[in-house]
Nanobody, 120 residues
Framework: QVEESGGGWVHPGGSLTLSCVGS????????VGWFRQSPGKERELVAT???????TYYSDSVKGRFTISRVNENTVDLQMHDLRPEESAVYFC????????????????WGQGTQVTVSP
């Protein structure tokens, strides 16, 4: 089980940090991915971190502005800077044991999502 927190409203150019907290398992065995979805659009992969920390991935649109990191055994954060209005979406945390996350398919564990709104 995973649960997201940290969403909210922010001005364009602002920053937010989302947290994904795992429970009921050894969360450090899991690759973690952050996805986002806005109304009428496909779920988009934003960033991933492999279970062993050796690899991270960022979509081109967020590279250089977002950072995914494990802050403790049960928590993986997504730091987001210079946010843009088009990045308003529900952000989801997902986890997969001992396998990388490359798409939303074959990912067994999902959180409920947290809303991020970027507007003046």
């Amino acid at each position: 089980q995973v649960e997201e927190s940290g969403g909210g409203w922010v001005h364009p150019g602002g920053s937010l940090t989302l947290s994904c907290v795992g429970s009921g398992t050894t969360f450090s065995d899991y690759s973690v991915g952050w996805f986002r979805q806005s109304p009428g659009k496909e779920r988009e992969l934003v960033a991933t971190r492999d279970w062993d920390g050796r690899k991270t991935y960022y979509s081109d649109s967020v590279k250089g502005r977002f950072t995914i990191s494990r802050v403790n055994e049960n928590t993986v954060d997504l730091q987001m800077h210079d946010l843009r209005p088009e990045e308003s979406a529900v952000y989801f945390c997902a986890a997969r044991k001992w396998r990388p996350i490359t798409t939303h398919q074959a990912v067994p564990i999902w959180g409920q999502g947290t809303q991020v709104t970027v507007s003046p």
